[in-house]
């Protein structure tokens, strides 16, 4: 797997009518699973919606750094206004065409860049190939979570941004998600994903950022902040690092090139 940076946040806040959600955030992100957490409140959503171009940060950038592609970044935010009345078979249809259009290219620009995706391929990928002719509206919370991460891999970006694709799930369908999450970080994929599911992550995350109070208070390969801190699991890292109210500093993410590295966290 390869270790180049896909996207760069450096120095970001963001704030909310006065309320600073995030402050000083710098990360830099590479392929592999990234799981982001944290208690309710502490950025994860904000900090996301600037990894995918969705929200602009107040201060600071957020630089998409990868290969160039139709569609460098795919984005799954925590509502997505999927068309009730489309089939999954043509929701997916409608984002591979997005893909492949080109607005500089001539009058006739659906697959100006070559052909549009598969969306077959696109609902197999996330296991819904029965469900393609279902309505949006007849889907399970858990197909249309899995609709969601579909439509976000379409056209294979090299970053994909998945906020709490797990979220509402049965147990059963919270390790499909998060298997299918996995999945879809191979070919040197960058995933970021947040969740709540602390043992999901624990099972299939390759690096952890543990945001509080819009703060990066650790981050870095997943089996080298647990032992760091002298920890089992993921939850263990959580209750130390939020509990004891830990801040992982840039020279105490490891020497080595890290998938997540933190650079500057304000304090």
């Known amino acids: 797997m390869t270790d180049a940076v896909v996207a760069e946040l450096t120095d970001v806040s963001r704030t909310y009518g006065g309320i600073a959600v995030l402050e000083g955030v710098s990360l830099a992100v590479r392929p592999g699973v990234t799981a982001v957490i944290g208690p309710n409140g ?134 499909r998600a998060f298997r299918t999450t996995a999945d879809a970080s191979g070919n040197g994929t960058a995933v970021v994903v947040s969740s709540h599911d602390l043992e999901l992550v624990d099972e299939y995350a390759d690096r952890v950022v543990v945001l509080d109070r819009g703060r990066v208070r650790a981050a870095g390969p997943r089996e080298r902040l647990c032992s760091k801190h002298g920890v089992e699991d993921v939850s263990g890292l959580y209750r130390a690092v939020v509990a004891g109210d830990a801040t992982e500093t840039a020279d105490g993410d490891e020497e080595e090139p890290t998938a997540v590295h933190v650079t500057g966290v304000s304090e």
């Open 42 to 175: 502490s950025g994860k959503s904000t900090l996301l919606g600037i990894l995918s171009g969705a929200v602009e940060p107040t201060d600071g950038r957020m630089r998409y750094v990868g290969p160039e592609a139709p569609r460098p970044i795919g984005y799954l935010p925590q509502r997505v206004p999927f068309r009730e009345e489309f089939t999954a078979r043509e929701t997916l249809t409608f984002y591979t065409r997005l893909v492949a259009f080109d607005a500089d290219g001539p009058e006739d620009r659906i697959g100006a860049r070559g052909d549009a995706p598969d969306p077959e391929e696109a609902l197999e990928r996330v296991g819904l190939s029965d469900a393609g002719g279902k309505r949006v509206g007849a889907l399970s919370g858990g197909m249309r979570r899995l609709l969601g991460i579909a439509q976000a891999t379409v056209g294979d970006p090299p970053l994909v941004v998945l906020d709490e694709p797990a979220s509402g799930l049965d147990p059963g369908m919270r390790e």
